[in-house]
């Protein structure tokens, strides 16, 4: 006997039954929204200052020991990395390419011995900002890594 359906059948290879049911409390969405709004505002003043290559930032990063031609570049890749976090559909892929400028960010102030708690683990501190408010919002991110007691 043939099976008919009325619409057909899709797999989502991605997000497990219990994940495509399983909805963001108000209270959850609401505090991953704000997670993430600091995060991106961050990162906006950030890239926007390098572009615009205002002082603090160019002599900012040339402490760090890049050249201050870089400092365009670098404003311009961090730009990107938080218009693709920022836009819902590319958000796990924005966490992804934030956390690599990121840890290029801890990175040069290990490089130049910054003290830890301020200066080196500031980007650790950013990206426990993108990522949390990503975990908060993002069903699928949460049965991708569920935590659990």
Sequence with gaps: MPLTHDRPRTIDTFTSPSARTSRASKAQQWTGSVLSALAILFMLFDSISKLMMATPSVQGTAQLGFSTSAVFWIGLALLICT?????????????????????????????VGNPWLLYTLFPVYVAALVWGGLFLREPRLRALLPLRR
């Design 83 to 111: 218009v693709v976090y920022a836009i819902p559909r590319s958000a796990v892929l924005g966490a992804i390419l934030l956390t690599g400028y990121l840890g290029g960010a801890v990175a040069s102030q290990v490089r």
